[in-house]
């Protein structure tokens, strides 16, 4: 089955899983391997689900056109992202997109760069930066705190279950465990028979059950509000000498996780030449950041639960979003036996609000320090400015996860739409698990008037 997936042909496949089925019902172990096959193979599907003819008319108007030499060295860069699947070439549906981000990044970097320099998301970031950083002088203690009001909702697709059939959702609730978020509050619920998870577990949820109607979308709905403090450590007040060695609580921040925080060759190799002779940890965090901040750009991601190794992938494509070029820092500073952990949830600055991956980083003598590897270095001659993202957060954040893959509460009974992280929501009935093309979400935020930014935001977030 291993080989029918790598190779693309999935007919095949599900042909032999439904063979499996008939002829060992009672192996469930069996049953449920092939089960997870033909839905891994269903998801890559729907990544790769644009036709050659219509990915090259994509492609030429993004890019407004373009020559045969030109199509040749961005297939021999491996910028286009594409898998034959059923004997058929398919591209990843944001294949077009990812090209003009690395075409950008790699061969007008000054474009690149002078046209993100500008946005208003970043001018407003950086804005925000200095009112943390001056906020911050006297200590490390959460800042500028924002407050906000979320009205978070999931519809599941008219008729995707059956009428009659329970429905079972799970979405994300933000964590009370976090010196950074603080004045946690339910205001509502869809549904009154909900169960809020505890802060014990890795990912945070809200819990409910609803029944499905032929016809009419069913709709999961909680309100929500909490407050959040920005973060920053001052390099200068940074403890830069070598660990004398950690306690036993670090033991598990030091370790393989894998298959996604792993010690391969290909990461050993490149932590040990980036980092060359430095010891401290600090400086060895530093220059891991500013090569993956150098040579990964930012790309559209396929589905995590798609993807055999994480950190692999990031450096045989050159690319990653927020979540792989975090494993890909994790699997280094964890090699070089720095304490390093995840942390994620959402993005909330105004106007940009999004899924988005962090982690922390352990320093001993100074602390946890919230470390953000997809913001990278901002545009700023300011130095504690453009290096602000090394040992610092903003107040735009919520944070939903500690680590990956951990255990829903209550525990789902099918294999999960996301298996590492969890941002956007899960939701299963009796016949299966409900993947992100049968329901949509929405995210509305509420800044309120004690925060520096006011306004109702409400956008919609659609899935493939």
Known sequence: MGRLLEEGEFAELEKLADSLKTLRLSDNDLVAKADSFVQIAGRIAIDFSVPEADFIDDLKKRTGGYSLEEFRLWEKNNWLERRKINGEIRYFRRAASNLVRLRDFNLRRAYFDSLNSVSPEIRFRLKHIESVIRAARENSAPVVPVEMTITYSLTVKSDAVPEGEIVRCWLPYPREDQPRQQKVKLISASHGNYIVSPDSVTHRTIFMEGRAVKGIPLVFKVEFSYQFGAQYYDPDNINNLPSSGYSGICDKYISEQLPHICFTERVKKLADSIAGNEKEPFRILKKLYYWIDSNIPWAGALEYST???????????????????????????????????????????????????????FIEGTGWLPVDMSYGLQYSDDKKIKEFYL??????????????????????????????????????????????????????????????????????????
């Not at 055999?308 to 050159?318: D, G, K, S």
């Not at 994790?330 to 609000?353: A, C, F, H, N, T």
């Not at 040992?391 to 009974?413: A, E, T, W």
């Open 307 to 361: 993807i055999p190794c994480i950190p692999e992938y990031v450096l045989a494509n050159r690319r990653g979003d927020c979540g792989m070029k975090t494993f890909l820092l994790m699997s280094m500073l964890r090699y070089k036996g720095i304490p390093v952990r995840w942390q994620s949830g959402w993005m909330m600055p105004p106007d940009d609000e999004n899924l988005h991956d962090w982690c922390e980083v």
């Open 391 to 464: 040992s610092g957060i903003d107040s735009y954040r919520l944070i939903v996860n500690n680590g990956v893959s951990g255990k829903l509460f209550p525990p789902k009974k099918f294999l999960r739409s996301e298996t590492l992280d969890f941002q956007r929501g899960e939701v299963e009935w009796e016949g299966g698990n409900l993947y992100f093309n049968e329901w949509t979400y929405n995210m509305g935020i509420e800044y309120t008037a004690k925060s520096n930014y006011s306004e109702k935001r409400n956008r919609m977030q659609l899935t493939p």
